[in-house]
T-cell receptor, first 109, second 118 residues
Framework: QQPVQSPQAVILREGEDAVINCSSS?????VHWYRQKHGEAPVFLMI?????EQKGHDKISASFNEKKQQSSLYLTASQLSYSGTYFC??????????FGKGTRLSVIA | GAVVSQHPSWVICKSGTSVKIECRSL??????MFWYRQFPKQSLMLMATSNEGSKATYEQGVEKDKFLINHASLTLSTLTVTSAHPEDSSFYIC??????????????FGPGTRLTVL
């Protein structure tokens, strides 16, 4: 079952923050976040496994709610290099990842 | 992180011909590999799950006789697009998981293969 991502697209100025959401109608085993630049393969950002988990590195972090049905990706003080399409991939338990439709992020100077 | 390679990175072929795409896990053994297809401005759609030494599991709507998958070793899976048509033109991406020792790890993606069928 494909997770629902929102927003579909967002435009930011450098230094602004963004939140991308990913939700499922059922509890998930894990959620994975990827960023894809045009014409390239997705690049892994992070994985969340536990309900209530929050993790991050540098200015990109993510959370996974207690019910394990919703995850959010937080981009703070955005940089031009953050531009791309962000996908969440979800799984129910040792199953292939099912990806959301993606969120297109454009960071402008 | 683990490295997954794909070959070729791009290919142009004539309609009716077959194209083989290789996916290799370079520094780990992958008992399971996944094949995705991505059309422009769309999400990655899972085509099939490739298991070493057994038949692949195809997603609904994916023709197994058209998209032949072989996973002959723990480091190599191949996808052959048979009798390719222009509508098969897409970005094909493989991924693999390193499940050694029972630990859970992220899914590593190859760089993708862009197929254009004329």
């Amino acid at each position: 079952q494909q997770p629902v991502q929102s927003p579909q697209a967002v435009i930011l100025r450098e230094g602004e923050d963004a939140v991308i959401n990913c939700s499922s109608s059922k509890a998930l085993y894990s959620v994975h976040w990827y960023r894809q630049k045009h014409g390239e393969a997705p690049v892994f950002l992070m994985i969340l496994l536990k309900g209530g988990e929050q993790k991050g590195h540098d200015k990109i972090s993510a959370s996974f709610n207690e019910k394990k049905q919703q995850s959010s990706l937080y981009l703070t003080a955005s940089q031009l290099s953050y531009s791309g399409t962000y996908f969440c991939g979800t799984e129910m338990g040792n199953t292939p990842l099912v990806f959301g439709k993606g969120t297109r992020l454009s960071v402008i100077a | 992180g683990a490295v997954v390679s794909q070959h070729p990175s791009w290919v142009i072929c004539k309609s009716g011909t077959s194209v083989k795409i290789e996916c290799r896990s370079l520094d780990f053994q992958a008992t399971t590999m996944f094949w995705y297809r991505q059309f422009p401005k769309q999400s990655l759609m899972l085509m099939a799950t490739s298991n070493e030494g057994s038949k692949a599991t195809y997603e609904q709507g994916v023709e197994k006789d058209k998209f032949l998958i072989n996973h002959a070793s723990l480091t190599l899976s191949t996808l052959t697009v048979t009798s390719a048509h222009p509508e098969d033109s897409s970005f094909y991406i493989c991924s693999a998981r390193d499940l050694e020792g029972g630990s859970y790890n992220e899914q590593f993606f190859g760089p993708g293969t862009r197929l254009t069928v004329l």
